[in-house]
T-cell receptor, first 115, second 111 residues
Framework: IAGITQAPTSQILAAGRRMTLRCTQD?????MYWYRQDLGLGLRLIHY???????GKGEVPDGYSVSRANTDDFPLTLASAVPSQTSVYFC??????????????FGPGTRLTVL | QQPVQSPQAVILREGEDAVINCSSS?????VHWYRQKHGEAPVFLMI?????EQKGHDKISASFNEKKQQSSLYLTASQLSYSGTYFC????????????FGAGTQVVVTP
């Protein structure tokens, strides 16, 4: 089934631990995005990638890193988790990075709690 | 700075209409609208481009006022399935290629 998968579905993590959230899409989309969603703040862009091999910073990149080794996968890493990174994380993709012409497809999300 | 959505929440009876506004202090290139049901991922509704026409999706339509840097989403003859949180995402000159989302408008449609 075409779409975006994220893993894990949810995770409780001790502060200071390293964590990688996985995102895979099978739609051959060039652009991929990571957002965090917090109550009252909507979705905020963490990092994005317009094509395999390139990445860029969004609004709230601090404490997060990404890589884009191939078209399908876009993992998000928290090097040393802090409680303020407790959030729901959504991965999204679109045909290209030309935002004005391309809808974004969202994965089911990962609920992360950092204690 | 994220766009401002209003109202924050609205309760409708089935068949009633509602308008959700999305305003920005920046010159906008495009506006996206998404709907998110509780516990689910956001789902795309439509994109409006600077200089583009009003768009429609079933009985949900939207407009883009370039002079005001504002987009409005119109829910006409609302159905129970319209319940959810609606988000606008804006692309502007200093965020070209990236969307900034509003805080969302919660819509509840009752029988």
């Amino acid at each position: 089934i075409a779409g975006i998968t994220q893993a894990p579905t949810s995770q409780i993590l001790a502060a200071g631990r390293r964590m990688t959230l996985r995102c895979t899409q099978d739609m051959r989309h060039n652009a991929m995005y990571w957002y965090r969603q917090d109550l009252g703040l909507g979705l905020r862009l963490i990092h994005y990638s317009n094509t395999a091999g390139t990445t860029g910073k969004g609004e709230v990149p601090d404490g997060y890193s990404v890589s884009r080794a191939n078209t399908d996968d876009f993992p998000l890493t928290l090097a040393s988790a802090v409680p303020s990174q407790t959030s729901v994380y959504f991965c999204a993709s679109s045909v290209s990075g030309t935002v004005g012409y391309n809808e974004q497809f969202f994965g089911p999300g990962t609920r992360l709690t950092v204690l | 700075q994220q766009p401002v959505q209003s109202p924050q929440a609205v309760i409708l009876r089935e068949g009633e209409d509602a308008v959700i506004n999305c305003s920005s202090s920046k010159a906008l290139y495009s506006v996206h609208w998404y709907r998110q049901k509780h516990g689910e991922a956001p789902v795309f509704l439509m994109i409006l481009l600077k200089g583009g026409e009003q768009k429609g999706h079933d009985k949900i339509s939207a407009s883009f006022n370039e002079k005001k840097q504002q987009s409005s989403l119109y829910l006409t003859a609302s159905q129970l399935s319209y319940s959810g949180t609606y988000f606008c995402g804006t692309e502007s000159a200093d965020s070209w290629g990236k969307l900034q989302f509003g805080a969302g408008t919660q819509v509840v449609v009752t029988p």
